[in-house]
């Protein structure tokens, strides 16, 4: 999947205008919330944990519709709790977002 890091501030720029500095706040509070769940699923130990973390990474995804983002999400729920492939993906994604 391809991540387009400017993809984030275009969907807050089309949900709240030109203004810099709340889209550069509401950027931060994004990334945030994303990586609070990565590092959730990185500790989660029960499929129960696991799949919540993921389906919470997924909906936020999809409120700023990030269809490569959602996609990862989508495959850690199918996944084990601590699978490191999918951990290393969704890090690597959000890097990508961050630098957007």
Do not use: T
């Not at 029960?46 to 495959?75: I, Q, V």
């Amino acid at each position: 999947m391809s991540y387009d890091p400017g993809a984030l501030n275009a969907a807050l720029a089309a949900a709240v205008g030109e203004d810099s500095a709340l889209i550069a706040d509401l950027h931060v509070a994004f990334m945030e919330s994303a990586l609070r769940q990565v590092d959730l699923l990185a500790r989660a130990r029960c499929d129960a944990n696991w799949e919540l973390a993921a389906w919470r990474l997924k909906g936020l995804a999809a409120s700023f519709g990030l269809a490569g983002l959602m996609g990862l999400a989508e495959d850690a729920a199918r996944s084990a709790p601590g699978d490191p492939r999918i951990l290393k993906q969704l890090r690597v994604a959000l890097a990508n977002l961050e630098r957007g």
